[in-house]
């Protein structure tokens, strides 16, 4: 089993540039495919990237592609998401998640582990 913890979250203006970070502890999180959600006030929760175990792959929501980077270093146990071009649409709660499994996932019933989420407002 793994623990997720998210960091980095805050308040930022438009156009700009925000780096989440998610540490996992326990199992390894080289033994998972990770992923990240968020979910919006009155919102369903939402894909946004997701990277395969070894991270030779990714995949991205449309409304982020080109403007979020997600990366993961296994010698570290931490997943990022690097969100630059920042909108006031991307204000929502954003989640790390961890499923056992090698592919890279964008459905949120795929994944098993969620942490508890971090905060994103973007003003205009």
């Known amino acids: 089993q793994v623990q997720l913890v998210e960091f980095g979250g805050g308040l930022v203006q438009a156009g700009d540039s925000l780096k989440l970070s998610c540490v996992a502890s326990?199992?390894?999180?080289?033994?998972?495919?990770m992923g990240w959600f968020r979910q919006a006030p009155g919102k369903e929760r939402e894909f946004v990237a997701s990277i395969s175990r070894s991270g030779g792959t990714t995949y991205y929501a449309d409304s982020v592609k080109g403007r979020f980077t997600i990366s993961r270093d296994n010698a570290k146990n931490t997943v990022q998401l690097q969100m630059n071009s920042l909108k006031p649409e991307d204000t929502a709660v954003y989640y790390c998640?961890?499923?056992?499994?090698?592919?890279?996932?964008?459905?949120?019933?795929?994944?098993?582990?969620w942490g508890q989420g971090t905060q994103v407002t973007v003003s205009s």
């Open positions: 998640a961890a499923r056992n499994g090698v592919a890279a996932a964008t459905e949120n019933y795929r994944y098993d582990y």
């Open positions: 326990g199992r390894a999180s080289s033994s998972y495919a």
